[in-house]
């Protein structure tokens, strides 16, 4: 694990407990399959992130723990844990912009916390985290029957971090992607590359997606009409003002 990997945690504003935790498990990882680095510049990230994958199925199935992984609980809450840990280092590995690394994969959250990205894209991260935070509290705001199934921290899939993953009041599972400002037509895509992750990580589930913006571009608008099941939501801020004495 690279030294300055505390550091790009600490610069993205996470909590102390979150950074250590995150270590922990990078750490833990490595000991069991060697320098995830490494793995990922010899081509092994999707292998990796496969033998840490454990749907409800293969819990109703009561399958033993596919991982090297030596760990007492349940095995699905910490494959998860452990499998989140190493997408996120991915991502770091990938905003770091280390040759092969590059292009590994495409995570919308975290590589625009680097310092060398532009004021205003730190804003919008900022402000697309605040957004997740009020939507995380008021998710019934969004869609009622709406329940959070992600621990509340974002699930990470082989492409990247899911804002918020939800199951709806008819048993689907829901892909919550947040955009502060106004959206580009890439953002079908990352959406439906998230809800496709999920359909390999959990078969026969039944899944949604809604995009939650400021304002939609045309291309985005019109994407979204020829796919079913996605949908789309847009925001507002509303300011009030009370005059103190």
Not at 43 to 63: M, N, P, Q, V
């Given at each position: ?112 916390m680097l310092p060398e990205q532009e004021p205003g894209d730190k804003q919008?991260l900022s402000l697309e985290r605040d957004m997740q935070a009020a939507l ?110």
């Amino acid at each position: 694990m690279r030294s300055d990997y505390r550091a790009w945690l600490q610069n993205a504003d996470y909590q102390e407990n979150t950074i250590t935790a995150q270590l922990h498990r990078v750490a833990k990882v490595e000991q069991s399959y060697g320098a995830i680095d490494e793995i990922v510049a010899n081509g092994g990230y999707e292998a990796l992130i496969s033998e840490l994958t454990y749907s409800t199925a293969d819990e109703r199935l009561d399958k033993p723990n596919p991982s090297k992984l030596i760990f007492d609980g349940n095995i699905r809450n910490n494959l998860q844990s452990y499998k989140n840990a190493v997408v996120r280092y991915v991502g770091f590995l990938q905003a770091s912009q280390d040759g092969p690394f590059a292009g590994t994969i495409e995570d919308h959250r975290i590589a625009p916390m680097l310092p060398e990205q532009e004021p205003g894209d730190k804003q919008r991260l900022s402000l697309e985290r605040d957004m997740q935070a009020a939507l995380r509290q008021n998710i019934a705001l969004l869609e009622p029957g709406l329940t959070i199934v992600d621990d509340g921290l974002e699930r990470g899939v082989l492409s990247g971090f899911i804002d918020i993953l939800c199951r709806d009041a008819a048993g689907n599972l829901v892909v919550v992607e947040l955009k502060a400002g106004k959206t580009d037509a890439r953002v079908v895509g990352q959406t439906l590359g998230y809800m496709g992750d999920l359909m390999d990580e959990e078969p026969g589930a039944r899944l949604r997606g809604i995009i939650v913006a400021h304002e939609f571009d045309r291309r985005t608008r019109s994407a979204a009409k020829a796919v079913p099941g996605l949908s789309l939501f847009s925001y507002s801020i509303t300011f009030r003002f009370q005059e103190e004495a």
